[in-house]
């Protein structure tokens, strides 16, 4: 006897690939917010005044 899961493993392997996904950009995000502010400039980034940081056109 087999059992597929089918919509539910589906399910579950898509919402696995979501959190892969958000861990591996908020963990990006950590290293980038520490780079200084010519650093950013330097790969097409900028620091906003509330130290978000944000393309500033000429990179991502």
Same mark, same amino acid.
């Given at each position: $006897? %087999?059992? %597929?899961? *089918?919509?539910?493993? @589906?399910? $579950?392997?898509g919402?696995?690939? =979501?959190? @892969?996904?958000?861990? +591996? =950009? #908020?963990? %990006?995000? =950590?290293?980038?917010? #520490?780079?200084?502010?010519? =650093?950013? #400039?330097d790969? *097409?980034? +900028?620091?906003?005044?509330? *130290?978000?940081?944000?393309?500033?056109?000429?990179?991502?």
């Open positions: $006897m %087999t059992l %597929t899961l *089918g919509p539910i493993g @589906a399910a $579950m392997s919402l696995a690939r =979501r959190s @892969a996904a958000t861990f +591996e =950009r #908020r963990r %990006t995000l =950590r290293r980038i917010s #520490r780079l200084s502010d010519h =650093r950013l #400039r790969i *097409g980034l +900028e620091r906003d005044w509330d *130290g978000s940081i944000l393309g500033n056109g000429r990179g991502i």
